[in-house]
């Protein structure tokens, strides 16, 4: 039995569980991605598992942050809350150099923080034997690529109205937007392909990273380094596609004026 198997978790010895998962397989029929029946759900267990571990962390850090000192003194030893805060104080630093100001770092904070608290735990949760990423699945990751999507062009109407539809016509040389009918075609397909690199980059490092941790956790050579380099592997995939998110909004809410 490989503990680190994709179609595998710890739920399997769960009695019914595997009964739970053919029905709901069976009820599902095909996917939306190839045509092939379903399989199993692994991948829909393991976020729920790790979203239930997102709550769990941000119900006791909020307990610490209530306490009578309001959280502001730190605690002398390693806690959760702390590496909540350790979490979230890196991508506040981070969204604040990509947006600008710490009013927008911290405007944008909710979304970004949630996406990259959501990819870091469904990452780590493949470095546990017994386990697997649930972001290895392109119907996991399109999800949060989907958000950011809709969440970038929210975003950039609220701020500029209609006319942050002109960031498809493309610059004005001269006065004249001549380069409009170009454009346009340009920007909705750059548009349109956004989400599927977010989804397609993110889940496709994760099956290559699982997979090469798989293979040499099961030969027990060199474990610790490869555990080293999934972990490393798991924290930049968060972070390119925090960034990438943060890039899309600073382009999308940035006045038309300034931009062309």
């Keep these: 039995m490989n503990l680190l198997a994709s179609d595998f978790t710890w739920f399997n010895l769960l009695p019914g569980y595997n009964g739970l998962q053919k029905s709901i397989g069976d009820s599902l029929y095909y996917t939306y991605i190839d045509g092939e029946p379903v399989q199993h759900i692994t991948h829909l267990t393991l976020v729920l598992f790790s979203t239930l571990i997102i709550l769990g962390i941000g119900m006791v850090a909020r307990s610490r942050w209530a306490s009578a000192d309001g959280g502001v003194v730190p605690d002398g030893k390693f806690t959760i809350a702390n590496l909540l805060e350790s979490i979230l104080d ?4 981070m969204s604040e150099q990509v947006l600008g100001t710490r009013e927008r770092a911290i405007r944008f904070m909710p979304i ?3 996406c990259a608290l959501y990819i870091l735990f469904n990452n780590l949760l493949g470095l546990v034997p ?7 699945n392109l119907n996991i990751t399109v999800g949060p690529a989907m958000v950011i999507f809709f969440a970038t062009h929210i975003y950039g109407l609220k701020e500029n109205g209609m006319h942050h539809l002109t960031h498809f016509l493309g610059p004005k040389i001269g006065g004249v937007p001549w380069l409009a009918p170009i454009m346009l075609p340009i920007e909705l397909i750059s548009h349109l392909a956004r989400p599927l690199s977010l989804s397609l980059r993110l889940m496709g490092n ?3 990273d699982h997979k090469v941790l798989a293979i040499f956790l099961g030969l027990a050579y060199f474990t610790v380094p490869f555990v080293i380099l999934g972990t ?6 968060t972070l390119v596609f925090c960034l ?17």
């Excluded at 890196?90 to 630093?93: E, M, V």
């Design 130 to 136: 017994g386990f697997a990423p649930a972001t290895d």
């Design 206 to 208: 994760m099956t290559g």
């Design 90 to 93: 890196a991508i506040l630093g």
């Design 232 to 237: 490393l592997v798991c924290v930049v995939q």
């Design 112 to 114: 970004i923080g949630t």
């Design 244 to 260: 990438l998110s943060m890039v899309y909004i600073s382009l999308a809410i940035e006045h038309s004026e300034e931009a062309h």
